[in-house]
């Protein structure tokens, strides 16, 4: 059965960075686009970022703009998500998710926390 794993979240003071990393099989990513979602209790889920199978093709909710980075390295099974000045409205459980261009999301890790404090 096919897991991803989410690590890297944590505490940080408002101002702050956080790299996130999403783990899977090389051969779960490679044909995939994956994307990272955050939650707030009582929210929806909202969507942070995507990145296509290409490799090339990147894309960031107004929100994450200038301020994170997707980025992808299929050999190793991995997406990272590189967030940076941070905010408080930055605190959410993130979790990254496997898909397919007009499909949807399908797979989706258990997701991390990430808490901004003030």
Do not use: H
């Amino acid at each position: 059965q096919v897991q991803l794993v989410e690590s890297g979240g944590g505490l940080v003071q408002a101002g702050g960075s956080l790299r996130l990393s999403c783990a899977a099989s090389a051969r779960t990513f490679s044909t995939y686009n994956v994307a990272w979602f955050r939650q707030v209790p009582g929210k929806e889920r909202e969507f942070v970022a995507a990145t296509y199978r290409n490799g090339i093709s990147t894309f960031y909710a107004d929100f994450a703009k200038g301020r994170f980075t997707i980025s992808r390295d299929n050999a190793k099974g991995t997406v990272n998500l590189q967030m940076n000045s941070l905010t408080p409205e930055d605190t959410a459980v993130y979790y990254c998710a496997r898909g397919r261009t007009g499909v949807g999301y399908d797979v989706w890790g258990q997701g991390t926390q990430v808490t901004v404090s003030s």
